[in-house]
């Protein structure tokens, strides 16, 4: 009769310490939830199925009624070796949040997939769970971005999308608009390979017209070959006619895209938002000079430390491979 009441007391104190203060209790006659089932309001804190809570627990048993350890956990289901287990945790637990925190403070854009994808270049072999864990714990979180625009819609169906299949397959060019400072205008004409993600050229300045968009894709035709297609927007200095004259001079092909249907060049337009959340929403640019420094920094950071998750979280253009046992770990 006594080891029964005091098994009694024991299941009670350590279900009290699990529901808490204020929970409404089980009513007379077994009516309300039972031990396996969470409490109707939805206040439960849960079962106590990981070790370290099982360690509060007892601990709170003995603190209350006073037994010993062996009685606590024979009581409770809890082996007296991992009740007495110090947890050790990681060796490098300190370090890899001190990482965590400094990459997300750094791109505060950039979510828990994409750190995890940035530590493992920088030689950490760690999973985005345990990058997870320690970005709930630490509090981390990417700001809300702004609230979509509502989705335009191609009626007539006719476009045949044009899919990149390897490098220089399909390259995609597109204008994008701030201001600096003073509240004056500058573009942005940005350059992307379809296929391997790369931003090929973002050229600045106050005003960008057709021929401003010939000299950027003369370098770049210079530099790398011309590619097979270009796909753009139908905008006045994509479909000038001496635009496309010396496109097909060089033997390249234009994909333009439908009109109002700016998803069929996704590639170019995703890149457009990385570009503006990741760094123009970002900066205030005092000069114009000042805005072609940082928007060219920022594309070689793009091409070859940011992550890109179509190609497994590894940048577009890495400028060496190293092997993954000789990367040196961040400080």
């Not at 009694?8 to 009290?16: G, H, N, R, T, W």
């Not at 939830?33 to 106590?48: E, H, I, R, Y």
């Not at 050229?203 to 401003?212: A, E, G, Q």
């Amino acid at each position: 009769m006594a080891e029964t009441l005091w098994r009694d007391a024991a299941v009670a104190a350590c279900s009290s310490e699990r529901v808490g203060e204020g929970e409404p209790a089980t009513a007379a006659g077994g009516v309300g939830p039972d031990v396996g089932q969470a409490d109707l309001d939805g206040s439960s804190k849960g079962k106590l199925l990981s070790p370290s809570r099982r360690r509060k627990c007892i601990d709170h048993v003995r603190q209350e009624l006073g037994v010993s350890e062996r009685r606590a956990c024979r009581t409770l289901g809890q082996h007296r070796s991992t009740q007495r287990k110090v947890p050790q945790g990681f060796a490098d637990e300190e370090r890899l949040t001190d990482d965590i925190i400094e990459l997300a403070d750094q791109y505060g854009r950039y979510g828990y997939r994409m750190v995890t994808g940035l530590l493992n270049n920088a030689g950490w072999h760690v999973n985005h769970k345990r990058v997870w864990r320690i970005w709930r714990r630490e509090g981390l979180k990417v700001p809300q971005k702004q609230k979509k625009k509502g989705r335009l819609w191609l009626n007539d169906g006719s476009c045949v999308r044009l899919r990149p299949e390897r490098p220089n397959h399909v390259w995609s060019y597109d204008f994008v608009q701030d201001r600096t400072a003073d509240g004056r205008v500058y573009r942005t004409l940005n350059i992307i390979d379809e296929y391997t993600r790369e931003a090929l050229m973002i050229r600045v300045d106050r005003k960008l017209n057709s021929t401003d968009v010939l000299d950027a894709l003369t370098d770049l035709f210079i530099l790398r070959g011309p590619p097979e297609y270009i796909r753009s927007d139908n905008g006045p200095e994509f479909i000038a006619q001496k635009v496309r004259d010396w496109i097909a001079a060089v033997g390249a092909k234009t994909a333009y895209i439908e009109p109002g249907s700016p998803w069929e060049n996704g590639y170019c337009e995703s890149f457009n938002a990385r570009l503006r959340d990741e760094l123009l929403n970002g900066e205030i640019f005092y000069s114009l000079k000042e805005a072609q420094i940082v928007i060219e920094e920022w594309r070689k950071h793009y091409n070859t430390v940011r992550p890109h998750s179509a190609l497994g979280y590894r940048p577009p253009a890495p400028e060496t491979i190293v092997p993954m046992d000789r990367r040196p770990a961040m400080h």
